[in-house]
């Protein structure tokens, strides 16, 4: 089974995640730009996070044959802060880099005013560059949230076929399907999605323009969902191609809209700006 996690977040993992998503069958993954939990206080902090999604997760993830891909962007919660939202002026030289595949995560946290605009004028940023849209749905409030997503995105020079509604569920995937954007689901241990769920919308909706993703954040998560999404499919009576397309295939084809994507693993470097992934050893 080969996979390509489409939404995980790898800064928060440790090295021996990626060795177990490597045995999993996982070759490829993106990792957004999303909100760290501590809030940030200046735009600095945004640039050097975004080096390091573009400098040394790379680098740690071909320690272990896992191609790596970034998404970059003001995320919808620190669109609300006014110390953040200078970071809008600095994506445009982020959204040049190479292993830059969309603009992400953006979209909805609380619904405010500051997040219309952060939403609309990344949307054109992305229009702009050429690339599709990462969009996160909101937390609370889905369904309401997804509508006025959706009418912001249509609004916008942003095609729906080049945006990734992210985080969906069963109350929101008629209206999903309906927008004409691909669809996101984040398995999770106790929250957002199941394997099970996710069996049962794969087999109302059927395969297309999904994508499964184990989001795996600072929080309760577990990098592995996505191979047991496809256990869980195999077991449902899906078929291994059925597998395939939902794990490999529809993330390739969203993200391959960037032109940017590079599957073969780049041969591991020994050291990142002369440090290495190992401690306590020669």
Known sequence: MRIFDPHIHMTSRTTNDYEAMYAAGVRALVEPSFWLGQPR????????????????????????????????????????DPRCVPVLDELPRYLVKDNVVAVGEIGYDSMTPAEDTA???QLQLAADHGLPALVHTP???????????????????LPTERVLLDHLNETTMKHAVDSGCWMGFSIYPDTKMDEDRMVAVLKEYGTEKILVNSAADWGKSDPLKTRSTGDAMLAAGFGEDDVDKVLWRNPVAFYGLSGRLQLDTPEPEPLHEGNSILRGGE
């Open 41 to 80: 206080t200046s735009v600095a902090s945004f640039t050097d996070y975004f080096d390091a999604l573009l400098g040394w997760e790379p680098f740690r993830a071909a320690q272990y044959g896992i191609a790596h891909h970034c998404t970059i962007a003001l995320n919808p919660k620190e669109a609300n």
């Open 119 to 121: 939403l609309a004028a």
């Open 139 to 157: 937390h609370r409030d889905k369904l309401a949230g997804l509508h006025r997503t959706v009418d912001v995105i249509r609004e916008s020079a």
